[in-house]
């Protein structure tokens, strides 16, 4: 039979992998000519997560658990591995040694995600299937997060005369900042098993803001690939930030499924 852990660490490392040589690619993209060292260390992670993307393949959900064990504790590696590097170039950026165009929060976002992905490879070999009740919240104020950090990234780098995209950015920004404010403060409330109706309603404003956020991107990314609106953004860059608000709804959707769960195989009650 199937292990839920090897299935949910292919998932996670088929997901996450991508986007990490893709954070190595806008990295390199971003640097001046004169940056030669660091564009050279980002393909050389673009090279390393093609190889684990190679190796994935091999995998299935029937694999043995212990293979699959050793193969995230070597994913988990690459991922520290950048996000040292993200955090590298993060500071080189704040002491102004360095002048890119990578915007200083973008590479703190990246690096976020890098530490996001290597600790769910840490939880899954740890046996953590699921978030507990309270790692719901901290989970949502993650995501939400990068969704705010990615409407202000679209409206920075949208050329000035698309006025009317520009501002949908900047409202959807807006609205995302305060999704994170509100989820902060149900964090500090602390609900647990027996609020779970507040879980609910919080999962379920979620979902429609990243809903509508995920639709503004797709069609973004549509436009872009068509040459239909004016802007810096790679194609792939928006495709990427595509992926990720649909993962998002994929994450809350699983949150939703293990509260709606019968209270004796729910995980995090005691």
Not at 58 to 68: A, C, K
Not at 187 to 211: G, W
Not at 239 to 249: I, K, N, P, W
Request: some cysteine.
């Amino acid at each position: 039979m199937a292990s839920p852990i090897v299935a949910r660490s292919l998932d996670e490392i088929r997901f996450w992998s991508r986007i990490m040589k893709e954070h190595a690619l806008f990295l390199s993209l971003g640097f001046t000519y004169e940056q030669r060292q660091l564009i050279a260390e980002a393909q050389q992670f673009i090279a390393l997560f093609e190889r684990i993307e190679e190796k994935l393949s091999r995998f299935s959900p029937n694999s043995e658990l212990g293979q699959v064990q050793a193969f995230n504790n070597e994913v988990y590696q690459a991922a520290v591995a950048i996000w040292h590097y993200k955090r590298k170039v993060l500071g080189l950026e704040l002491r102004c040694e360095i002048r890119s165009n990578n915007f200083p929060l973008l590479i703190d976002h990246v690096s976020r995600e890098a530490a996001y992905f290597a600790n769910r490879l840490k939880e899954l070999n740890e046996g953590r299937l699921v978030p507990e009740a309270n790692d719901i919240i901290q989970e949502n104020v993650f995501f939400l997060k990068i969704m705010a950090d990615h409407a202000k990234f679209i409206g920075h780098l949208l050329d000035p005369s698309e006025r009317k995209l520009v501002e949908q950015a900047r409202e959807f920004s807006h609205d995302f900042d305060q999704l994170v404010f509100q989820a902060v403060d149900l964090d500090s409330m602390r609900p647990q098993s027996e609020t779970v109706p507040i879980l609910d309603q919080f999962l379920d404003q979620n979902r429609v803001s990243v809903a509508s956020l995920r639709d503004f991107k797709r069609t973004a990314r549509e436009l872009i690939e068509a040459c239909r609106i004016k802007s810096n953004i790679h194609p792939l860059l928006a495709d990427h930030t595509f992926r990720e608000a649909e993962r998002f709804l994929e994450i809350i959707d699983m949150f939703e499924a293990t509260l709606s769960a019968p209270k004796m195989q729910r995980p995090f009650d005691s």
